[in-house]
């Protein structure tokens, strides 16, 4: 069974997965760690990145400048459909691989697939369902942000901004779960979404 998990920058798409994974057993396919892992020196996607946007998203040692990059695409949302396109086809890809890595170990195996893109990626075709993880608190989310990434109020304000609001996550995903930082209510909620396929996934 795949579950597709997303929603928006700092919504808590983590908390969910984490729990997922710590009391039914999933194995988590986190998309954004696939990207960096593909986007270290020495990779073809790397080397895609750079055709597009030029030297002057590396660092002076030939790494990625991950914050001039996401300075970029957050503020012009032509490029970041162009790094999108270019980004999509390399983590599907992968994912894909992890996918079929899992099930020949176990077939009965659940997955977690954390992806904000997950639709634009269409990436919830390999799903059996998909949860839109929604925080109701932008202020919230805003601070959220701000500490994860290191950034200010207005960077992290314009990359909130940049991504679709949570009716979009509402209106596609088959769950929608409210966060509202309640580890219990979101344990609870994720129980019910669970419950109703045909069977029970056994918890801790």
Known sequence: MIIGITGSSGCGKTTVSQILKQKY?????IADEI??????????????IVKKFGEDILLP??????????????HDSKKRD????????????????KIQNIYQKDKNSLIVIDAPLLFEANLQKSCDTTIAVIL?????????????????RKEAIARLNA??????YEKRCDHIL???ENLEKIEKQLHVILSSFEYMLEEN
Do not use: W
């Open 163 to 168: 991504q679709p609001s949570n009716e979009f």
């Open 35 to 48: 990207a960096k892992d593909l986007s270290k020196k020495g990779t073809t996607y790397l080397s895609e």
């Open 178 to 180: 409210i966060n509202d």
């Open 136 to 152: 109701p608190d932008t202020e919230l989310q805003i601070k959220r942000i701000m500490k994860r990434d290191q950034m200010n």
């Open 61 to 74: 040692d030939g790494q990625l400048n991950r914050k001039k990059l996401a300075d970029i695409i957050y």
């Open 25 to 29: 057993h999933a194995h988590l396919i």
């Open 82 to 97: 162009i790094l999108n396109q270019c980004t999509f086809g390399f983590i599907v890809k992968e994912i894909e691989k």
